[in-house]
């Protein structure tokens, strides 16, 4: 059963990269996007495909992976339904960093950025997961959401700060902090790459030990699991995806929240299956909302960040109201 709805939902994402190689502001027919996919001929139209639909497709797909499989796992690590990577706030020091590196230091290529996005997702996972253990409760779900709420919030104001006195900057971030896929290029598909089946790969090997982590930590030391190995490689792996992503396409909300829960809901706890129906979902999602926001505004896009907040908030809401989900 399960097996069989990760064939149905590769298939809809097969339809969906499809789509967004299509669906543009220029009218072209599938044949002749099938042609130029094959065939380089030096028409306008092989170039809209090559150079513009394609790469931002992959980017759309890479970047909706990593962050749904982030969610996934951060749910699980602090064993909590409602944790993102934005509501935890990794997001947030993902996006401050980029920020400083354009805004400050004049960075531009995506290695430089990702670097500091790297970085910045890391330090606000351990400040996060710090304040939210400080105290006799530990880090307890609410602790730990409470904290990534402070700490988001904080950042906000930072990243606010850092584009209000420079015009250029605020330009030049304007489109990217609310998420966007429009302008990416083969070669920033080319460097995401690495990152992303990295982050995926380390993931997936997390399955089984986040699994028995979900029991309690005395009954994960029982079963054999290294519980303070597990969560350092599971930070490790948040900070990977979600810097990458968010380096990639900017703080794209909703998906990393959202995409877990509906996996959870079609195929149970076990991360065997949720991780992987988390990596189809949320491309998905993605390149439904690109693809939305390209026809949604006669002459003009939505940013693809935007979609998933309208199409996202929604579904969340319906989600949390379930009683299934109050727990993990």
């Known amino acids: 059963m399960r097996g069989g709805g990760l064939l149905v939902l590769a298939g809809v994402?097969?339809?969906?990269v499809v789509l967004s190689t299509w669906i543009g502001a220029k009218d072209t027919g599938i044949g002749q996007v099938w042609s130029a996919l094959w065939t380089d001929d030096g028409s306008y139209t092989t170039d809209v495909v090559r150079e513009l639909r394609l790469p931002r497709t992959l980017v759309g797909?890479?970047?909706?992976?990593?962050?749904?499989?982030?969610?996934?796992?951060?749910?699980?690590?602090?064993?909590?339904?409602?944790?993102d990577p934005g509501l935890l706030g990794v997001?947030?020091?993902?996006?401050v960093a980029v920020v400083f590196g354009i805004g400050v230091i004049q960075l531009t290529g995506f290695l430089s950025l990702v670097w500091l996005s790297f970085a910045g997702a890391a330090v606000t996972t351990v400040l996060v997961y710090l304040l939210g253990a400080s105290g006799r409760a530990g880090p307890t779900p609410v602790r730990l959401a409470l904290a990534g709420a402070a700490v988001s919030a904080s950042l906000s104001g930072?990243?606010?700060?850092?584009?209000?006195?420079?015009?250029?900057?605020?330009?030049?971030?304007?489109?990217?902090?609310?998420?966007?896929l429009a302008?990416?290029?083969a070669g920033l598909a080319a460097q995401l790459l690495p990152f992303t089946l990295a982050g995926l790969l380390l993931a997936l090997l997390l399955a089984r030990p986040?699994?028995?982590?979900?029991?309690?930590?005395d009954l994960g030391r029982a079963l054999?699991?290294?519980?303070?190995?597990?969560?350092?490689?599971?930070?490790?792996?948040?900070t990977v995806l979600c810097g990458a992503?968010?380096?990639?396409?900017?703080?794209?909300?909703?998906?990393?929240?959202?995409?877990?829960?509906?996996?959870?809901?079609?195929?149970?706890?076990?991360?065997?299956?949720?991780?992987?129906?988390?990596?189809?979902l949320a491309p998905a999602l993605v390149l439904l909302a690109d693809v939305i926001g390209r026809v949604a505004v006669p002459g003009d896009e939505l940013e693809v960040g935007a979609v998933t907040a309208v199409i996202g908030a929604p579904v969340f809401i319906a989600m949390v109201c379930r009683r299934k989900e109050a727990s993990l």
């Open 13 to 16: 994402l097969l339809l969906l």
């Open 61 to 83: 797909l890479m970047t909706g992976a990593a962050l749904g499989v982030a969610g996934a796992v951060m749910q699980a690590v602090t064993r909590n339904p409602l944790a």
């Open 91 to 95: 997001n947030a020091g993902a996006s």
């Open 158 to 180: 930072v990243i606010a700060g850092l584009t209000v006195f420079d015009s250029a900057t605020y330009e030049y971030l304007r489109f990217w902090m609310v998420g966007s």
């Open 183 to 185: 302008g990416r290029d």
């Open 210 to 217: 986040l699994n028995a982590l979900a029991l309690g930590d």
């Open 224 to 238: 054999g699991t290294r519980t303070a190995r597990t969560r350092l490689a599971a930070v490790v792996t948040v």
């Open 245 to 280: 992503a968010t380096a990639a396409a900017g703080p794209i909300g909703f998906v990393g929240l959202v995409i877990p829960l509906v996996a959870r809901w079609l195929t149970g706890p076990d991360l065997r299956w949720v991780l992987p129906y988390s990596m189809l």
